[in-house]
């Protein structure tokens, strides 16, 4: 069997759509009565709760109620199909390259994991994106309460393929220090800089493209040690 790649979403398989994030947030505090700068605001500093912690639903609640608001039911439900849709938007816009890309790999007999510090409404979206049906094992940090760069996502992935982490590849832009994590579990890691430069201080093999992805593992290839680790991490 070939090796398992385990694929990090934004940034690397799409793009991360963080300005769009931020307007449907805005557009939400008009729907439940706050301030927009301060509830987008709120989402940023916020940002591990919403990973690992709270749904839409909940965190509209609580955000408001810091922010003075006392929104009813039917505003919170407005608010958080608003959010959900935005889940949608932003996991269809994964481009036909991408999906070739992915397919290619399949045809090669490469099992597909995804990581992903995602909050739910991206969670939820998952199942009916083009995305879902090519991959094998989906891991989202809202789901299962941890993130990058914590071991224990790294190896549950790897253990829901079926195999250790040191027989999988890691591929990822770095943001939220998942690269040095991948590679502290013993994870092969490739750093993608085709839709953010995230983490430029990392040593180890970079693809511009994942479209070389492929021929890449197909040929063997000389792991390098990294230089440097990025703890940045990713709005959502």
Same mark, same amino acid.
């Given at each position: ?20 994030? +931020? ?41 408001? &109620? ?18 959900? /849709?935005?889940?949608?938007r932003v996991l269809d816009s994964v481009s036909s390259a991408t ?23 991206? /969670? ?7 995305? %879902? ?13 941890? %993130? ?8 549950? %992935?790897?253990?829901?393929? &079926? ?9 990822? +832009? ?6 040095? &994590? ?32 492929? %021929? ?21």
């Amino acid at each position: 069997m070939s090796r398992p790649v385990i694929f990090d979403l934004f940034h690397t398989l799409i793009h991360g759509a963080d300005e769009e994030r +931020d307007r449907v947030v805005g557009e939400m505090a008009v729907m439940i009565g706050v301030d927009p700068a301060g509830l987008v605001a709120a989402y940023h500093s916020t940002w591990r709760d919403r990973l690992v912690q709270w749904d839409v639903e909940e965190t509209i609640r609580i955000l408001a &109620g810091r922010l003075g608001g006392t929104p009813s039911n039917e505003q919170v439900t407005r608010a958080g199909e608003h959010r959900l /849709a935005l889940g949608r938007r932003v996991l269809d816009s994964v481009s036909s390259a991408t999906l070739d890309v992915l397919d290619a790999l399949r045809g090669d007999g490469h099992p597909l994991g995804l990581i992903s510090n995602a909050t739910s409404d991206t /969670a939820q979206a998952w199942p009916h994106s083009p995305l %879902a049906q090519r991959f094998d094992v989906a891991v989202f940090s809202c789901d299962v309460g941890l %993130a990058k760069p914590d071991p224990a996502i790294y190896h549950l %992935a790897a253990e829901r393929l &079926g195999v250790g982490p040191a027989d999988c590849v890691f591929v990822g +832009d770095g943001a939220d220090g998942e690269l040095a &994590g991948a590679a502290a579990v013993g994870l092969t890691v490739f750093r993608t800089t085709e839709h953010n430069d995230t983490d430029p201080s990392w040593g180890g093999p970079a693809l511009a493209t994942l479209g070389d992805l492929p %021929a890449m593992l197909r040929e063997p290839f000389e792991v390098m040690e990294p230089s440097g680790a990025h703890t940045g991490h990713k709005t959502a």
